[in-house]
């Protein structure tokens, strides 16, 4: 029997999530939590994932459901819904930048070609992701992983505020430099 609704059938629909070979996911956490209950115990799972495609744009997911590979897959899927555009130069990051996000304190600092990747695990999984190369971040404040990855994010989505930020300035001081010569 035909399909006469078109591309709409189950099959096409459940293909449209199948993960892409551009991104690259890591699981980097993945925590039982367990909710006391009348009935007794209800225990589930949440899975904090990071997504990435290497090339400048990285995302964070935290998923929650009563199995792991369920929890997994919402992480990913969230995390792919919200990315992110870093700016990379000279396979590192413009300049430093510090950040607190909740108990966690954050300094991301671009490092010289050669250098790699100088982060704790946490952290090293975001900026990995998002395809920086040479880079040294130091953590501070807490050793909670689900907190620093979220730092880790903050501070590279502030890097691309201000990088805007300064380009705007830029071309503002040139174009008030032409006016004035005028």
């Given at each position: 029997?035909?399909?006469?609704?078109?591309?709409?059938?189950?099959?096409?629909?459940?293909?449209?999530?199948?993960?892409?070979?551009?991104?690259?996911?890591?699981?980097?956490?993945?925590?039982?939590?367990?909710?006391?209950?009348?009935?007794?115990?209800?225990?589930?799972?949440?899975?904090?994932t990071v997504v990435g495609d290497?090339?400048?744009?990285?995302?964070?997911?935290?998923?929650?459901?009563?199995?792991?590979?369920?929890?997994?897959?919402?992480?990913?899927?969230?995390?792919?819904?919200?990315?992110?555009?870093?700016?990379?130069?000279?396979?590192?990051?413009?300049?430093?930048?510090?950040?607190?996000?909740?108990?966690?304190?954050?300094?991301?600092?671009?490092?010289?070609?050669?250098?790699?990747?100088?982060?704790?695990?946490?952290?090293r999984s975001v900026v990995s992701?998002?395809?920086?190369?040479?880079?040294?971040?130091?953590?501070?404040?807490?050793?909670?992983?689900?907190?620093?990855?979220?730092?880790?994010?903050?501070?590279?989505?502030?890097?691309?505020?201000?990088?805007?930020?300064?380009?705007?300035?830029k071309e503002d001081m040139l174009?008030?430099?032409?006016?004035?010569?005028?």
């Amino acid at each position: 029997m035909d399909n006469r609704r078109g591309n709409n059938n189950r099959n096409d629909r459940r293909n449209q999530f199948q993960p892409r070979d551009e991104f690259e996911e890591k699981v980097v956490k993945i925590s039982r939590v367990s909710k006391k209950t009348k009935g007794g115990n209800k225990i589930g799972f949440s899975a904090l994932t990071v997504v990435g495609d290497k090339k400048g744009k990285v995302g964070v997911g935290l998923g929650k459901a009563p199995d792991v590979s369920g929890a997994i897959r919402k992480g990913i899927l969230l995390a792919r819904k919200h990315l992110i555009s870093v700016p990379i130069v000279n396979e590192t990051i413009p300049f430093r930048v510090d950040v607190k996000v909740g108990a966690a304190r954050l300094m991301l600092k671009p490092a010289p070609i050669g250098s790699g990747v100088i982060a704790g695990g946490a952290v090293r999984s975001v900026v990995s992701a998002a395809g920086i190369k040479n880079i040294s971040s130091k953590v501070l404040g807490t050793k909670n992983q689900a907190s620093n990855v979220h730092a880790a994010l903050e501070a590279l989505r502030l890097l691309g505020s201000r990088k805007e930020e300064m380009s705007a300035m830029k071309e503002d001081m040139l174009t008030s430099k032409k006016g004035k010569a005028k």
